[in-house]
């Protein structure tokens, strides 16, 4: 996205807003934010972009304002064959109106000057941090009543416990209490007790799913370990009989070649046992195969936290 609008940029007559040098100065209204979305107290980064149009190296500095402001200063340097260059800077937006700009100034020559077109921008509050700014949310403080309903009902539209009683101004409405007096401890209780009820209710249909699965999986496990056990006593009743009628067994190269492991061999009757017996051992222990699945959750949330962090670099 940002090399697009550089590259877009580059495609617009350059024209300096004042004379660093003749050919010297800033592409036209190249100053913008990364992210294009932001709030009060989040840090931002501020870019522009240069152009040198003479055919000669030159250093200075560029100092970013915010309403007349010092932000920062970022030194940068020409070289003789790059033209354009891209300069940022950090920024903490705080709420309200700004008005950024950007100076350079070099000694190259002498010291020159130039000031690039300033950028307005409104920065907005996001109370209840939803990514919807004060203005734009209906419910600032995401407490289940909106604001025009806080301003009848005299609680404020900030603070998503106006009482500071524990119990959230939009829950108090709707179980009958008053959210702008603290009630007593008794009602705090029944809140929190009402509220883990519907914790619970919520997860344990989860957890049945689960223990469902792995009685399951207990019970298919036993009945496959079962029937391959019978199937390898019937193979080795086979092979007593085979030699005490006297057949002659293979011989050792004969033996040497046939116990090479294949992908067919692989699946034996006795190497899915073995790979059974592994898998009862998770399964028909609880603590085991909750302690188990908790492992393997967590290390499928690292690896996913891993991947989006690498898609983001
Ligand atoms: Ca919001
Ligand atoms: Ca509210
Ligand atoms: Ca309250
Ligand atoms: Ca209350």
């Known amino acids: 996205m940002k090399r697009l609008l550089l590259v877009s940029?580059?495609?617009l007559p350059f024209a300096a807003n004042a004379g660093l040098y003749e050919n010297t100065g800033f592409v036209?209204?190249?100053?913008?934010?990364?992210p294009s979305t932001y709030f009060a107290g989040d840090t931002v980064t501020l870019y522009t972009v240069l152009f040198n149009g003479d055919k000669t190296a030159i250093s200075g500095a560029a100092t970013f304002f915010d309403?007349?402001?010092?932000?920062?200063?970022?030194?940068?340097?020409?070289?003789?064959?790059?033209?354009?260059?891209e300069i940022s800077a950090p920024w903490k937006a705080a709420e309200g109106e700004h008005l950024i700009s950007v100076s350079l100034t070099t000694k190259t020559g002498g010291l020159r000057y130039a000031s690039s077109s300033p950028v307005r921008s409104y920065v907005d509050k996001d109370t209840d941090a939803d990514h919807i700014g004060d203005i734009a949310d209906d419910d600032d403080d995401n407490d289940g009543l909106s604001?025009?309903?806080?301003?009848?009902?005299?609680?404020?539209p900030l603070n998503p416990d106006t009482d500071k009683d524990g119990m959230p101004d939009g829950q108090e409405v709707s179980q009958g209490t008053n959210p702008r007096i603290a009630d007593p401890i008794s009602a705090r209780i029944q809140f929190a007790s009402t509220t883990?009820?519907?914790?619970?209710?919520?997860?344990v249909p989860i957890?049945?799913?689960i223990e469902s699965v792995r009685q399951n999986l207990d019970a298919w496990v036993d009945s496959t370990s079962d029937t391959l056990k019978k199937e390898i006593a019937a193979q080795k009743s086979v092979a007593t009989t085979t030699n005490k009628l006297g057949f002659s067994q293979p011989s050792a190269t004969a033996k040497t070649t046939s116990s090479m492991?294949?992908?067919?061999?692989?699946?034996s009757p006795r190497n899915v046992l073995a790979g059974l017996s592994t898998?009862?051992?998770f399964t028909s222990s609880q603590p085991i195969f909750y302690i188990s699945v908790f492992i393997v959750t967590l290390l499928c949330v690292r690896l996913l936290f891993a991947l989006m962090n690498r898609r983001h670099e």
């Open 28 to 34: 036209p209204g190249t100053i913008w934010m990364s």
């Open 67 to 85: 309403n007349g402001t010092k932000i920062s200063e970022t030194p940068f340097t020409f070289a003789v064959d790059k033209p354009v260059l």
């Open 9 to 11: 940029l580059l495609l």
């Open 207 to 209: 957890a049945n799913g």
């Open 261 to 267: 492991p294949t992908p067919f061999s692989l699946f």
């Open 279 to 281: 898998i009862n051992f």
């Open 147 to 156: 604001d025009i309903d806080e301003a009848r009902l005299g609680t404020d």
């Open 196 to 203: 883990l009820g519907k914790i619970e209710a919520a997860t």
